[in-house]
C-alpha cells in the first residue's frame, strides 16, 4: 500500500487500531508541538539570563514574551498558515516552515544584542504559529474514528516532553549561565532540521485533497462565521483563550517569577516547572490517550475533574503565601489537570467540530486570538506580579473557571465518530 493509500483507508475507517504508519506521521506532525512549547520554555528557563546580558527592562521582557512563540508572533504565523494550509493543502505548509523556524531559532542562540533576539523570538513565533494548525489538522485527518483522541493526545505528550528536555538541559547546564541557554537554542535548532527532513516523505492528506476538488461554497470563509460553525468556534475560542493564558503564565513565567519573587534559586525554579510537564505527559499518556474516544460521559467526567483541579491550583495563590511549598502544589495540580481539560481537547474539538475545507482556518484563528490575548496579558504580568502573585492569581482562577465552565456545559458529542458523521449531525442539527 501506499502512503497515499495508507492515508486515504485510515480517513474513512471507523475502528480503533492505528498502524505503524499513522504512529510515525503521528509522531512527525506532534513535533511541531515539542517545538512550539520547546521554545516557549526555553526562552522561559533563560529570560532572566538574557535580561541581565543585556540590560533589559521589565518592559522589555514583557515585550519580549509577547511577541514570541508564546503569544502574537505564534498569532500571526496561526492566522496565516492556518488559512494557507486549507487554501494549498497541509504539505505546502509543513514542508518549509521548519526552515524559518530553525532560521530563527539560532539567531536566538548567537545572539549577542537586543536586536538579534527580539527578531529570532518574533520569527520562531511566526513559524510555530503556521506550523501547529496546519500539522494538527493533518493528524485529525488520518485518524481513525475511534483513535482519534489517542493520537491528538500524543500530540499533547510531544507538547510536555519539548519543555521536559529543555528544562532538564537547562538544569544541567545552569553552571554555564547564558552559553547554557545558547546551548539549549541549539538543540531545538537540531530537532526542527532533523524533523524537517523526516517530513520530507509525508503524503498529503487524503480528506483535504477530496474537499479540495469540490469547491463547495459552503467551505467559503464566511461560512466559518455563520450556523453551526460560528457556535463550534465560539466554543473552542473561549475554552481555549482563557486556558491558554493560565498555560501560558505556567510554561514561560514560573521560571522567571519563582526566581523574580525569590521564592527558589534559578535551578530549583527550572526543577519545578520540568515537574510539572512530567506529570502532564504521565496523566496525559496513561488516562487521556486511554479514554478521550471511549464515550462522550467519559470526556465529561473527565473534563469536569481537570477543571475543577486547575481552579483550585490557581486558587492557592489568592489565599496562600507565594512559596515553594504552595507552589508545588500548584505545579501538582495544574499539571494532572490541564491533562484532563486543557489543550488535547481542544486539538480534539478543532478538528472534530469543522468541515476539512476550514479546519486549519478555524483553529489558526482561535489559536491566534488565545495567543495574541496571552500576549498582552505577558506584556504586563511581570509589573503586575513584582509586588506579589495574589492578583495575578485571582485573574488565572477567574480565567480557568470561564473555560472550565464552558467546556463543561457546552461540549459536543463527538466521540467516536467519523469526521463526515459529525459534519452531517452539525449541518443538519
Not at 93 to 115: E, F, H, M, Q, S
Request: some cysteine; proline content about 3%.
Amino acid at each position: 500500500m501506499t502512503s497515499r493509500e495508507a492515508v486515504g483507508a485510515s480517513a474513512v475507517e471507523d475502528g480503533g487500531t492505528i498502524s505503524r504508519q499513522q504512529w510515525r506521521w503521528s509522531v512527525l506532525a506532534g513535533m511541531a508541538s515539542y517545538l512550539d512549547a520547546g521554545s516557549i520554555v526555553a526562552l522561559g528557563a533563560g529570560l532572566a539570563l538574557f535580561q541581565s546580558y543585556l540590560g533589559l527592562s521589565e518592559g522589555a521582557v514583557g515585550a519580549l514574551a509577547a511577541i514570541g512563540p508564546n503569544a502574537i508572533g505564534c498569532a500571526i504565523g496561526a492566522f496565516i498558515g492556518g488559512r494557507l494550509g486549507d487554501k494549498l493543502g497541509r504539505k505546502r505548509i509543513y514542508k518549509y516552515d521548519l526552515l524559518v523556524y530553525a532560521a530563527g531559532i539560532l539567531c536566538i542562540a548567537l545572539a549577542v544584542n537586543t536586536p538579534m533576539l527580539f527578531i529570532g523570538t518574533f520569527v520562531v513565533g511566526v513559524a510555530v504559529g503556521a506550523d501547529v494548525p496546519t500539522s494538527l489538522a493533518l493528524v485529525g485527518e488520518f485518524s481513525p474514528s475511534k483513535a482519534r483522541g489517542k493520537l491528538l493526545g500524543f500530540t499533547q505528550v510531544a507538547w510536555n516532553l519539548g519543555p521536559v528536555i529543555v528544562l532538564l538541559l537547562s538544569l544541567a547546564l545552569t553552571p554555564l549561565d547564558l552559553l547554557g541557554t545558547r546551548i539549549v537554542f541549539l538543540h531545538l535548532f537540531v530537532i526542527a532540521l532533523v524533523t524537517w527532513a523526516m517530513r520530507r516523505g509525508l503524503s498529503e492528506s487524503a480528506r483535504w485533497t477530496s474537499a479540495a476538488s469540490t469547491k463547495d461554497v459552503k467551505y467559503q470563509l464566511k461560512a466559518l462565521f455563520r450556523g453551526a460553525h460560528l457556535k463550534a468556534l465560539l466554543f473552542t475560542g473561549l475554552v481555549y483563550v482563557f486556558w491558554n493564558i493560565a498555560a501560558g503564565t505556567s510554561g514561560i513565567f514560573t521560571p522567571y517569577v519563582i526566581k523574580t519573587l525569590n521564592a527558589g534559586s534559578q535551578a530549583a525554579s527550572v526543577a519545578l516547572s520540568c515537574a510539572g510537564f512530567v506529570i502532564g505527559i504521565l496523566v496525559t499518556t496513561l488516562v487521556f490517550m486511554r479514554f478521550a474516544d471511549r464515550s462522550h460521559h467519559t470526556r465529561k467526567w473527565m473534563w469536569g475533574i481537570g477543571a475543577i483541579m486547575q481552579i483550585v491550583a490557581y486558587g492557592l495563590y489568592v489565599v496562600l503565601p507565594f512559596n515553594v511549598p504552595v507552589i508545588i502544589a500548584n505545579i501538582v495540580l495544574f499539571g494532572v489537570g490541564c491533562s484532563l481539560a486543557g489543550e488535547a481537547f481542544y486539538k480534539v474539538w478543532s478538528q472534530e467540530l469543522f468541515p476539512t475545507m476550514l479546519r486549519g482556518t478555524a483553529q489558526g484563528f482561535t489559536f491566534g486570538v488565545a495567543r495574541t490575548l496571552l500576549g498582552v496579558w505577558s506584556f504586563f504580568l511581570p509589573t503586575l506580579a513584582s509586588g506579589g502573585f495574589t492578583l495575578a492569581g485571582g485573574l488565572l482562577t477567574l480565567f480557568l473557571v470561564i473555560s472550565g465552565g464552558v467546556g463543561f456545559f457546552f461540549m459536543p458529542n463527538t466521540s467516536g465518530k467519523s469526521l463526515e458523521q459529525i459534519e452531517a449531525e452539525r449541518t443538519t442539527a
